[in-house]
């Protein structure tokens, strides 16, 4: 079942969003990778969104049909955050990577070369290993501000936040942002990697803290992609809510060096982007909302939206709705947020962090969520369950599928994407 909606110069086929998991307490910062044997995982976060959580984990997710089925595998300990980690799917079948947050300074003493671990997915996903301490960062400009609350795996303000780009065979460009000693807002610099990602060496500085001066925030929650062109561009987060666009710079040669920040349409969290067979390039994000953004020029100097909370509410029936709060639009002061985003009666119901892949030439998976208490956890004995969400064809599950106990879940969504 899908419909068939035409944006300007596309085609897009868009099936009925369906469960992939559900489980209780949190549920939450998806993320959808594929391995180079085929087989596909999906993670999600399984801790609050805090610096000074006292355990964190991610939930594992398995596919081996393309998507048309779904297994519950395994919880990892170690892990923030389900997205944003940087991840390199290699040739031997194998998912490796630094973890996303925890990163300490190696040697102690000083804050510009960092230690982090280093994890390894393999066998289709049915077996992971992590490498303690494996991963470094090196060479950054700076001293890194230490984080305010010191904890088991909070030390600096520091995140390699995004995807690695293969510029070159075996040479891996990718995002990390971090707060410098001294600046009120986020630098992201440009790293790069010859070793598979265990050794992340400083190569550029993309964005500072003052290069969008109108941002609430700095660039901190950057994304990058490869053009037809083989040029790169990067965007990235700088605020929340629906006037705080996403900033945007290109790089023409492999990620020295970079173009003054501009402004992108879309809006506001965590951008994720690929670029497809046909040259399309499919941007998403949000908060308030989810969209989709496309761009067919080749440089995405275009770009044009397709609102997927909209058609996920119009398509599912109503205990699945998405609600994005009670005014739609981002809070305006600490309190606010704490009343939009921890409210039980109407709370902000999806962090608006997603994650796209494309599975094959020109067909996108999406992946988002959905918490019926907002920042809240879902009560294991609640009967409206927290739900990550993405898109896809195929029939329902059996009645047998989930455990009574798991209250999250997943929904996987099918977006096939046509030129005009």
């Not at 790293?191 to 500085?205: A, I, K, N, P, Q």
């Not at 023409?252 to 920040?261: E, L, N, P, R, V």
């Not at 058609?311 to 609600?323: F, G, R």
Request: net charge negative; proline share 7%; aromatic share 12%.
């Amino acid at each position: 079942m899908f419909q068939e909606i035409r944006v300007p110069g596309l085609y897009l086929r868009m099936h009925k969003p369906r469960v992939v998991a559900e489980g209780a307490g949190f549920c939450w910062y998806p993320d959808i990778l594929q391995f180079s044997t085929g087989e596909l995982m999906v993670t999600h976060s399984l801790n609050p969104d805090s610096g000074t959580a006292l355990l964190t984990a991610q939930a594992v997710w398995l596919s081996q049909d393309g998507g048309e089925s779904w297994r519950y595998q395994y919880d990892v300990p170690g892990f923030h955050c389900g997205g944003g980690e940087t991840r390199i799917s290699l040739p031997d079948g194998s998912i490796v990577g630094p973890n996303y947050a925890g990163a300490r300074p190696d040697p102690p003493g000083q804050w510009r070369s960092f230690s982090t671990h280093y994890w390894r997915f393999d066998k289709g996903g049915q077996r992971h290993t992590m490498e303690a301490w494996g991963a470094r960062i090196e060479g950054l400009p700076r001293d890194v501000e230490p984080t305010s609350v010191q904890s088991r795996w909070a030390h600096a303000k520091i995140s390699l936040f995004g995807t690695a780009v293969e510029v070159a065979p075996g040479r891996y460009v990718t995002t990390c942002c971090m707060n410098y000693q001294g600046d009120k807002r986020e630098t992201t610099e440009a790293l790069v990697s010859e070793d598979e990602g265990r050794t992340w060496r400083y190569l550029s500085t993309i964005a500072g803290p003052d290069a969008v001066a109108d941002a609430k925030e700095g660039w901190d929650e950057p994304c990058m992609v490869a053009l037809a062109n083989g040029d790169l561009m990067c965007v990235s987060r700088v605020g929340g809510g629906r006037e705080q666009l996403l900033a945007r710079a290109y790089s023409s040669d492999g990620g020295k060096s970079w173009t003054a920040s501009d402004r992108l349409p879309a809006w506001s969290v965590s951008p994720n982007m690929v670029r497809l067979h046909n040259d399309v390039i499919a941007l998403s994000s949000g908060r308030p909302g989810i969209f989709l953004w496309f761009s067919t020029d080749g440089r995405g100097e275009h770009w044009e939206p397709f609102d997927v909370l909209a058609y996920h509410n119009t398509i599912l029936d109503k205990p699945h709705h998405i609600s994005t709060g009670p005014t739609g639009l981002e809070p305006t002061s600490t309190a606010q947020y704490f009343v939009d985003h921890f409210h039980y009666d109407d709370p902000w119901q999806t962090t608006s962090y997603t994650a796209l892949l494309e599975v094959s030439p020109n067909r996108l998976f999406l992946v988002y969520d959905r918490m019926p208490y907002g920042w809240m956890p879902v009560p294991t004995d609640a009967e409206i369950r927290s739900r990550i969400l993405s898109y896809y064809p195929e029939r329902d599950f059996s009645p047998d599928s989930f455990v009574l106990a798991e209250r999250g879940r997943i929904y996987l969504l099918e977006i096939e994407v046509e030129r005009e």
